[in-house]
T-cell receptor, first 113, second 113 residues
Framework: DTEVTQTPKHLVMGMTNKKSLKCEQH?????MYWYKQKAKKPPELMFV???????INESVPSRFSPECPNSSLLNLHLHALQPEDSALYLC????????????FGPGTRLTVT | SQQGEEDPQALSIQEGENATMNCSYK?????LQWYRQNSGRGLVHLIL?????REKHSGRLRVTLDTSKKSSSLLITASRAADTASYFC?????????????FGEGTQLTVNP
């Protein structure tokens, strides 16, 4: 199974809402990533988890809170977002010390109103 | 911050023609990867070239790497309408926590039937 799944596919939320994005992989990868991608721009790294521990936080605002409950799951908790946070949120996975190719999920299209 | 620049930003060709995309980067790399992204979807890994390699082939893809010029090119031969997508190069700053990818700005390729 070489698939990374993300739910939901689309999410519309108000600035006072709390929501979560979910990501799952069953490839045995022990590194998982969150990226943010604005329209017509490249993905930008937000967080990296390695062996279920947060290893990289690219100075992301605290209204984004990542969580890695186990080696297959990655969550991104959202709270008090701003309209400029509207974007495609991509999850990816790879082996921490193996081949550097990353496997991406299809993304969650987030709209903040 | 994005260290990769790609040109052209957009490329429109006819089916059967070849498409060449270029990527430049600023720092030393371990390897360089190319990814494809269909509109609004996740990224798919295409090919990886290591810093000690100069050329690599995979099916209709040919990648070159010139570390002295800090540049790479992706050639797609005999293009098909299904090749229509955005193409990103990504440099890899390898860390023990996983691969830290920095993406170029991307080239939007349109292959007209």
């Amino acid at each position: 199974d070489t698939e990374v799944t993300q739910t939901p596919k689309h999410l519309v939320m108000g600035m006072t809402n709390k929501k979560s994005l979910k990501c799952e992989q069953h490839m045995g990868h022990r590194a998982m990533y969150w990226y943010k991608q604005k329209a017509k721009k490249p993905p930008e790294l937000m967080f990296v988890y390695s062996y279920e521990k947060l290893s990289i936080n690219e100075s992301v605002p605290s209204r984004f809170s990542p969580e890695c409950p186990n080696s297959s799951l990655l969550n991104l908790h959202l709270h008090a977002l701003q309209p400029e946070d509207s974007a495609l949120y991509l999850c990816a996975s790879s082996q921490p010390l193996g081949p550097p190719e990353q496997y991406f999920g299809p993304g969650t299209r987030l709209t903040v109103t | 911050s994005q260290q990769g620049e790609e040109d052209p930003q957009a490329l429109s060709i006819q089916e059967g023609e070849n498409a060449t995309m270029n990527c430049s980067y600023k720092t030393s790399i371990n390897n360089l990867q190319w990814y494809r992204q269909n509109s609004g979807r996740g990224l798919v890994h295409l090919i990886l070239i290591r810093s000690n390699e100069r050329e690599k082939h995979s099916g209709r893809l040919r990648v070159t790497l010139d570390t002295s010029k800090k540049s790479s090119s992706l050639l797609i031969t005999a293009s098909r309408a299904a090749d229509t997508a955005s193409y990103f190069c990504a440099t890899d700053a390898r860390e023990t926590s996983g691969s830290r990818l920095t993406f170029g700005e991307g080239t939007q390729l349109t292959v007209n039937p």
